[in-house]
C-alpha cells in the first residue's frame, strides 16, 4: 500500500481585519477554516473550487510561506508546525512550489543561472562548476538550453518562464511540490506542453503534487483525486474517475455543469447558481453554500455537515443531502 506523504489536519488561516488608532483586530477573514486531507506518495491530487475559495492559501500554508493560524501539517511523520525556522529550512528542501505567476514570480534583476542555482546554494548542495552543471541539467531537464543560462527573465515568453519556474522548484531535489496554477496565465497550446512536461517530470522523478487549479478539465488531465473547495472549506474529496462519474455535492455538480463542451451540437443541463458567494468575513451558519444551494433545507442553514462518506470507499462530501441532483 502507498505510504501517506503529507496529511493535513484542522488547517486554519484566518487573516486579522486590523482598524482604529491602535490597528487592533476588528475582525478576521476566515480564509481556510477547517481543512483536511492527504496526499500519498508519487499521486497527484487536485484542489479546484473558484477564485477566493482559498485554494492558494492552502498551498502556501501547507508550506508555511504563510503561517497557519492552526491545525497539524504532518510532512514524512513529522508535525511541521512544531518546527522552529531553522528547522523548516532543512524541510523546505523537500517542500516547493511552482508559483501562479510567471512573470512575478522570478526576479528581474538576476540570471536564470543565478535564479535556479540559489537553491543550489543555500542548501549547499553545489557550487562553481558543479553547480553550472547542475543547472544545465535542470534546464534540459524542463526543455531548455545552455543559451538560456546567462539571460534575464524578460527575454523569456511565458511558457519559458514557467519552465525555469519549475526548473528552480526540482534544484532541490523536492518530495512534494505545490503546483499553484501554473497553466492558468499561458496560452491553450503552451498549457498542453507544460501539463505533459510536469506529468513526465513526476513519473520520472517520482514527485508528489498538490495540483492547485480552477479550471476543471486540466484537474481532470492531471490529477489522481480531487478536492473540491468552497468558502474555506472542502466540501467533496475523492478519486478522479468517481467524481466525474457522479458529484455528491450541489456545489460540485454545479462547477461540473459548467464544464464547457467542445462540441457546439451538444448541449449540456446547467444550474446557475444564484446570489454571490458570502464574504469570508462573515461565513452563513450550518453549511456555506445553503444561501446558494437550489436544494437546501432548514437543517442546511442550522447544522454543519461533516466531511464523512457516502457510497464509494474515499469519495466523501458535507453535504446533508449528498447524492441529491441539483
Given at each position: ?143 531548455l538550453s545552455e543559451d538560456h ?114 462540441n457546439p451540437e451538444l448541449s ?59
Open positions: 500500500m502507498t505510504e501517506t506523504l503529507l496529511e493535513v489536519k484542522s488547517l486554519k488561516k484566518h487573516f486579522p481585519i486590523r482598524g482604529g488608532v491602535l490597528g487592533r483586530a476588528v475582525g478576521f477573514v476566515y480564509a481556510v477554516d477547517g481543512v483536511d486531507f492527504s496526499v500519498k506518495t508519487g499521486e497527484t491530487l487536485g484542489l479546484v473550487g473558484e477564485s477566493g475559495c482559498g485554494k492558494t492559501t492552502v498551498g502556501r500554508c501547507v508550506l508555511r510561506l504563510t503561517e497557519p493560524t492552526d491545525g497539524d501539517i504532518i510532512f514524512e511523520g513529522t508535525n511541521i508546525m512544531d518546527l522552529k525556522p531553522g528547522e523548516m529550512t532543512k524541510i523546505r528542501a523537500k517542500m516547493q512550489i511552482v508559483f501562479q505567476d510567471p512573470y512575478a514570480s522570478l526576479n528581474p534583476r538576476w540570471t536564470i543561472k543565478d535564479i535556479v542555482g540559489e537553491s543550489l546554494l543555500l542548501n549547499k548542495i553545489a557550487s562553481g562548476e558543479t553547480l553550472k552543471k547542475r543547472v544545465l541539467d535542470l534546464l534540459t531537464l524542463v526543455g543560462m546567462n539571460r534575464f527573465p524578460h527575454e523569456f515568453s511565458g511558457g519559458q518562464r514557467q519552465r525555469i519556474g519549475v526548473a528552480r522548484a526540482l534544484a532541490s531535489t523536492p518530495d512534494f511540490v505545490v503546483m499553484d496554477e501554473p497553466t492558468s496565465s499561458l496560452d491553450v497550446s503552451v498549457q498542453a506542453q507544460t501539463l505533459n512536461l510536469l506529468k513526465t517530470l513526476q513519473a520520472n522523478l517520482k514527485l508528489t503534487y498538490l495540483f492547485i487549479s480552477h479550471n476543471l478539465s486540466v484537474i481532470k488531465h492531471v490529477s489522481d483525486r480531487i478536492a473540491v473547495m468552497y468558502l474555506g472549506k472542502i466540501v467533496e474529496l475523492g478519486p478522479k474517475n468517481e467524481l466525474f462519474k457522479k458529484q455528491l455535492h450541489p456545489y460540485t455538480q454545479a462547477l461540473f455543469m459548467a464544464i464547457p463542451i467542445p449540456r443541463r446547467r444550474v446557475v447558481l444564484k446570489g454571490d458567494v458570502p464574504s469570508p468575513v462573515n461565513p452563513p451558519s450550518g453549511c456555506r453554500f445553503h444561501p446558494r444551494c437550489p436544494i437546501a433545507i432548514e437543517k442546511c442553514s442550522k447544522i454543519e455537515p461533516e466531511l464523512i462518506e457516502h457510497g464509494s470507499p474515499g469519495h466523501v462530501a458535507a453535504c446533508h443531502l449528498a447524492g441529491q441532483q441539483i
